[in-house]
């Protein structure tokens, strides 16, 4: 009996231990989110907490939107393939000026300004111009010059449209990601929700059976811990199914209007994204 009432007092404080570790573990977690978010929306601190604190938290947020497919438009506000887009419209325009100058152009040669007279008190202004000869300009021997400059215009453009590419290939692999991320956390989240009720009716129950005397401390210990394990699941998909929204909202560029009429052309990103608890 002696033995097993150090084996109890040793569980209650290894328990007791775990508890602290987790408890800590979780401030630390919480301070560098709150950390992320001052980064984020550039806020004091303590008016970051302010809003946290008067914020109302439901214990299921709704989901911000409900999406199948994203609109390839969408894809051009992100500021990366913006960018890309306009580097590969001025590389467009440097190959034509660039070829350009290999043929011949005509131009007038002369000038254009105001002149100024001051003649006993009197002073009169007027405009002059003159215009010279008709100039024509054949760039016949130049030793290849212009067919190089249009040759690296071209270069500098297909680099351009390169880079383009890739940045819109990355940015559909960001929102795949993110339609994917959903659509498993939206799957798994009816499982880990009857798994914390099921634990947590479990250990009710064990916890009514220590009292009545026909369950031992490891028992009702283990109990526990399994349904604090699986609440801290629960929390973390919740966790994860949000943080999927908010990557899904930046790889789409943010700024995206869910009441704006979504353009006719429209690309799969992923399949079943919409299956997604959205409308609970």
Do not use: H
């Not at 328990?15 to 919480?30: E, G, L, M, V, W």
């Not at 497919?69 to 325009?93: G, H, I, K, T, W």
């Not at 349904?227 to 990557?247: C, D, K, P, Q, Y």
């Not at 209007?257 to 990103?269: K, N, T």
């Amino acid at each position: 009996m002696c033995i097993r009432a150090r084996a109890d007092a040793a569980l209650a404080r290894a328990s007791a231990a775990d508890a602290d570790a987790r408890a800590t573990q979780q401030r630390a977690a919480c301070e560098v989110g709150r950390k992320g978010l001052v980064a984020l929306t550039a806020l004091d601190e303590a008016v970051l907490e302010q809003k946290v604190a008067e914020a109302q938290v439901s214990s299921r947020p709704p989901a911000i939107f409900s999406i199948a497919s994203l609109p390839a438009q969408v894809l051009e506000q992100r500021p990366d393939v913006y960018n890309a887009a306009r580097e590969v419209a001025a590389a467009s325009a440097e190959v034509a000026s660039a070829d350009a100058q290999r043929y011949p152009q005509l131009s007038l040669q002369g000038t254009v300004g105001r002149a100024r007279y001051q003649y006993e008190g009197q002073t009169l202004d007027f405009s002059n111009w003159t215009v010279g000869p008709v100039a024509l300009s054949l760039p016949l021997f130049d030793g290849g010059r212009r067919r190089a400059s249009v040759a690296a215009a071209q270069a500098r453009y297909e680099e351009a449209a390169a880079v383009y590419r890739g940045k819109a290939r990355q940015a559909v692999r960001e929102v795949e990601e993110a339609l994917v991320n959903l659509q498993s956390a939206a799957e798994r989240t009816a499982s880990a929700e009857a798994a914390a009720e099921g634990y947590r009716q479990s250990f009710e129950a064990m916890q009514a059976r220590y009292r009545s005397g026909l369950a031992s401390l490891l028992e009702l210990e283990d109990s526990r811990r399994t349904a604090l394990a699986s609440e801290t699941a629960r929390v973390n998909l919740e966790r994860e199914r949000m943080a999927a929204w908010v990557a899904l909202y930046r790889a789409a560029g943010g700024g995206w209007d869910p009441a704006r009429p979504a353009p006719g052309d429209a690309v799969s990103a992923a399949p079943a994204a919409s299956t997604d608890s959205a409308t609970r």
